[in-house]
C-alpha cells in the first residue's frame, strides 16, 4: 500500500475510534477485503491492520456478489462458503451421501451465485432458496441413483448458464420411489417450483429415466446464446412446462427419445389444481429462433409440440416428424399463428406420416394422425411451410375455427388413403402469400371447410370442397 492509501485509511480509521465512546453496542463496521468481509463491533475496538490493505471499511453491509462452489470429483463433492455467507447459506448431505449436495439459503435479500463443476456417477444438486439464484454450470456431469439429478426448490427464476463450450450432462434414477429429500416427489430429471431462463454457450444434455427430462412448474426460456438442448432420453415428456415455453436460439434435439410429447405447456395450477390467473400463465409455446428437430416414431397419440394456449412462430427451423400412430407434429389448445419477424427465418417442416391414433382425442377427428392441429384459429403470414402426409386418414392442417393467409409459402402434399390437405371448421380467408395443396389417394381431399371461402390476393392452388 502506498503512503497515501495509508493516509486514507488512517484516517478513517481514526475517524471510527473516534467514534467509539459514542457508539452504541449494535454498532458495526465492515472491513472487507478480496471479495469477502469481517464484520466487528465498534465497542470492542478496531483491529485493522493496513499491511494487509483491505479494500474499504463501511458502517453499512456491503454489497457482496455471494458466490458458492461445488465441485464434484466421482464419489465426493467439495462446497465453499464464502465466509460472509456462513448463517445464510446452510450446506447438508442428502442421506449422508458424500456427492448429493443440499443447499439452503436462509438470507433475506441476496441473489446468491452458485459455481458448479466436475462430475459423480452418484450425485445430485438440491438447492432451496425463497429469492432468485444463478447457477454457473461447466462441463457439469451428474448422474443420481436416488431422484432427480438437479431439483431447485424455489419458486422464482433461476438462471441457468452454461460455460461457453461446456457439455453438461445429467441423468435421474428410474426409481420413483426414492429421492434425495424425503419429502419431494421424484418428478423429473430436472425439476424446479419457478423458471429456468438457459444461457450460455454450451451444451445441455438430460436423460429422464423414471418421468420428464424436464419439468417446470413455470416457464422456460432458452435464449439466443444456448448452443445446444439435447433430451437424450425420456420416460415421459422432453420438456414439461407450465405458464409458458419460449425457444429463441439454439438446437433443441429430441428424436424418438420422448416417451410421451416431445415439448409440453400447460397452465401453471395450485394445490387444488386450479389454473392461477397471471399475466405469464398463457400456457403459449413460442419460437422467436432456433432450431428444433423432434421425432415421435415410436411413441402412439404423441406431440412433437404440444400447448393447452397458443403456438406462437416468429421465427426458428421446426424439422418434426409424427410417424407413429395418432402423432401431430403441432398442437395448439388456443390459436397458431406463424410468421417471420424482420430478420428472422422461418422455415416449418411437418411429416405426417402416422396412421389412426389410438386414444379418442377430437371430437371431429378422433382417429387422425396430422401435421398441425389447432382448436382456435390458424393464421399464416410469412416464412416458408411444408407438410408432408403419408398416413391414412390424415389431416395436413387442421383449424376448427377460421384460417387466414395473408403471406408466407406453404405447401401441403398428401399421398395416401381418405387425406385431407386442410380441414377448417369455418371460414378460409386468403390474401397473400403463395399457397399450394395437393393430394393423391383415394378419397383424398385438397381444402375442406365449413364456412365462406374468401380469395382477394396471393396465389393459391388447391381443390376446395365444402362441407
Known sequence: MNMKMKRIFSLLVLSCMLLVSHAQEDTYIYICKDGDYVKQKISEGLGVDLQEEPDSITFHKPALPVVVEVEYKGTEAFVTIPKCMADSVIYSKVNGLDSYVYLEYKGSTDE??????????????????????????????????????????????????????????????????????????????????????LSGAGTLNVTGNYHHAIDLKEHFKVKQSVKAVNILGAVGDGIHAGEFFEMNGGVLTINNTAGKDGVQVEYKTDEKGKTIVDVENTGNLTINGGTIDITAATTEDAKCLKSIGDVIINGGTLVLHATANGTRGIQAGGDITIAQAKGALTDVKIFAEGDKCTVEEDKDDPDKCMGINVEGNATISGGTINISVTGASANGLKADKNLTISGGTTKIVTNAKSTNGMKIGVNVTVTGGSTIVTNSGIGSKGIVYSGKKTVTGGSITAAWTQK
Not at 429469492?131 to 424455489?154: H, I, P
Open 112 to 197: 446468491v451465485i452458485y459455481n458448479v463443476k466436475g462430475s459423480s456417477s452418484n450425485g445430485s444438486l438440491i438447492i432451496k432458496s425463497d429469492y432468485k439464484m444463478q447457477v454457473n454450470l461447466n462441463n457439469v456431469s451428474l448422474t443420481s441413483t436416488c431422484g432427480e439429478a438437479m431439483r431447485f426448490k424455489c419458486g422464482k427464476r433461476i438462471a441457468l448458464v452454461m460455460a461457453d463450450g461446456s457439455v453438461n450432462t445429467f441423468a435421474d434414477s428410474n426409481d420413483g420411489g426414492v429421492t434425495p429429500d424425503p419429502l419431494d416427489n421424484h418428478k423429473a430429471c430436472i425439476y424446479t417450483k419457478g423458471h429456468i431462463e
